[in-house]
């Protein structure tokens, strides 16, 4: 249940993002060296992991899967909210009299 939800918006909506994950089979070995790569630039995608450097799949010796993430407004991902999106002082207040409630109850 998203926190604006649990305290009956007596404090009004705060905006939401949520993650859309984009899973590919890739029929190479191995992508990477490590599981995760984080993205810093300003493009659509913010982080790539390839499972196999996880947890290894002695059966998958030729292929990979990988995830990559997109993140996006919970409007567009089915109403799927995963954390608040802060972006003014006025949502900023709010979260943390929200926090500060929740950790209060």
Do not use: Q
């Not at 790569?37 to 030729?62: A, Q, S």
């Not at 993140?71 to 567009?76: A, G, M, Q, W």
């Amino acid at each position: 249940m998203p926190i604006d939800e649990y305290f009956d918006y007596i404090f009004g909506h705060l905006p939401y993002r949520s993650i859309k994950f984009h899973n590919h089979n890739i029929p190479v070995p191995k992508l990477f060296s490590v599981a995760t790569v984080n993205f810093t630039h300003n493009g659509p995608y913010t982080r790539v992991t390839e499972w196999k450097n996880l947890t290894p799949n002695e059966g998958l010796l030729n292929w990979t899967t990988i995830t990559v993430e997109e993140p996006c407004d919970y409007t567009e991902n089915n109403f799927e909210r995963f954390y608040p999106a802060v972006s003014n002082v006025k949502c900023n207040k709010a979260t943390i009299i929200f926090v500060s409630i929740k950790c209060i109850r």
